[in-house]
């Protein structure tokens, strides 16, 4: 499991979405919201590629960002 350095949710410093969801509202964020945005998130690649990021700079990016 990926840690963050700071403590996200519930249960801390875990890197997953339903410890990410459990303290949307401390973000000031409806969970529905924050789910909308991790759709977003998730997407990203695609959305990446829709707006011309090329696919060298998709691969530089999958070293920083995982692709879900």
């Known amino acids: 499991m990926r ?3 700071l403590g996200i949710g519930v249960l801390e410093r875990e890197g997953s979405i ?3 969801l459990s303290h949307a509202t401390c973000f000031g964020l ?3 919201k ?3 945005i ?3 998130v998730q997407q990203r690649p695609h959305y ?3 707006h011309g990021v090329g696919d060298g700079d998709l691969e530089r990016l999958k070293g920083i ?3 879900p």
């Open 38 to 40: 991790i759709n977003t």
């Open 48 to 50: 990446f590629k829709q």
């Open 65 to 67: 960002i995982p692709t």
């Open 34 to 36: 924050a789910k909308r």
């Open 3 to 5: 840690q963050h350095g």
């Open 18 to 20: 339903g410890n990410l």
């Open 30 to 32: 409806k969970t529905f």
